[in-house]
C-alpha cells in the first residue's frame, strides 16, 4: 500500500521517544509537514538532527495554558496522533491521588484539549481530517497494577467514539488503537521481567509483542484515505491477544 501525505501537515505528540518518535519520522517520509511535540528537549534536539525536515514542539502536556498555546503554534493541521502518554504502575490499594490526577492530565485531559485545537481548526477550514487517540489494550481488560492506566485507556476509547460522533458530520474521522505491549522505554517498565512477560506472551495467539512499526503503520493506515470509511474504531494490534483473552 502506498501511502503519502504531500501537502497534509501533521502534528504528533509525544514524539521525543518510541512509537510517537519513529512515526513523526515516517510521516515526514511519507511527504507530511510533521510537528512533533514532546516534552524532553534532548529528545527533540536529536529528532531534528536525525531528521532536519521536522518541526520541533517543546512543551509539557500537563501544562494546559502551554498545551493551548504550543499546539495553536502549530498551525493548520490534517493529521493529529494524540500518542502523549504515561504508565505508572502501582497495585489499586497504593493508588495515590497524585498518579491518578498526573495520570489522568496526560492521558486523558491533554488529548482532549489538543483534540479540540486542531479539530476547530479543521471545521473552520473545512477540510476535514483525520485523527488518531493512541490507547492501549489495557482499556478493554483488567491488568494486573495498571488500575489508574487502564482505566486512562478505557477513557480514550470512549472519547473517540464521542469524537467520531460529533466529528463526522463536519469530515474528520477519529480512531483509536489498542496495542499489546510494545517494544519501547513504556513497555519495558512493565514487562522486562520475564515472569510477568512470558505469560502475557504466551496469551498472544502470534506468540511475540508488538514492535514499533507494527504500530506505525496501523497509524499511518488510518490516517490515510485507504481508511476513509473508517471512523469510531477501537482497533486492536495485538497479535490475537484480546480474541483469546475474551475465551
Ligand atoms: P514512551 O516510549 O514512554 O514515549 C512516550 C513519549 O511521550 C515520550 O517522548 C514522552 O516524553 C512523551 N510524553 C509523556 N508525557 C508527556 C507530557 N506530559 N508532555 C509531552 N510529552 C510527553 O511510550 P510509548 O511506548 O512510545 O507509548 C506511546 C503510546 O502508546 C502511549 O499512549 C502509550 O500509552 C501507548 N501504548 C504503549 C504500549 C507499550 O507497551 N509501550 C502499549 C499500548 C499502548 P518524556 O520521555 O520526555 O516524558
New binding site residues.
Given amino acids: 500500500m502506498n501511502i503519502r501525505f504531500d501537502g497534509k501537515r501533521a502534528l504528533v ?9 519513529d512515526l513523526a519520522k515516517k510521516l515526514v517520509e511519507c511527504g507530511a509537514e510533521t510537528y512533533a ?4 528537549k534532548s ?1 527533540l534536539d536529536s529528532l531534528k538532527q536525525e531528521c532536519p525536515l521536522i518541526h520541533v514542539v517543546h ?5 494546559t495554558a502551554a ?1 493551548k498555546e504550543s499546539v495553536k503554534s502549530c498551525g493548520a493541521i490534517d493529521l493529529l496522533v ?6 505508572i504502575l502501582e497495585p489499586f490499594l497504593e493508588v495515590t491521588e497524585e498518579i491518578f490526577d498526573k495520570s489522568f ?3 486523558v485531559k ?1 488529548q482532549i484539549f489538543v483534540a479540540q485545537i486542531i479539530a476547530k481548526g479543521m471545521m473552520e477550514r473545512k477540510t476535514g481530517g483525520s485523527i488518531v487517540n ?5 482499556s478493554m481488560v483488567g491488568i494486573e497494577n495498571h488500575t489508574v ?1 487502564c482505566a ?2 478505557a477513557a ?1 476509547d470512549q472519547i473517540t467514539r464521542n469524537m467520531s460522533l460529533e466529528l463526522g458530520p463536519h469530515k474528520i474521522r477519529v480512531n483509536a ?15 522486562s521481567d520475564p515472569v510477568k512477560a512470558d505469560p502475557m506472551r504466551r496469551i498472544i495467539p502470534l506468540g511475540r ?2 514492535e ?1 512499526e507494527d ?1 506505525v503503520s496501523v497509524i499511518l493506515f488510518l490516517l490515510s484515505d485507504h481508511s476513509a470509511m473508517v471512523t469510531g474504531s477501537c482497533l486492536p ?1 495485538d497479535g490475537g491477544c484480546l480474541a483469546s483473552l475474551s475465551v
Fill in positions: 505528540t509525544g514524539a521525543g521517544k518510541g512509537i510517537g518518535r511535540l514532546s516534552r524532553t529528545d512543551c509539557d502536556l500537563a501544562d498545551l494524540n500518542n502523549a502518554a504515561i504508565a492530565a496526560i492521558n491533554a493512541v490507547s492501549s489494550q489495557a492506566y486512562t485507556k480514550i488503537i489498542n496495542p499489546t505491549v510494545v517494544n519501547t522505554d513504556m513497555g519495558k517498565v512493565g514487562w509483542f508488538a514499533v504500530v494490534i
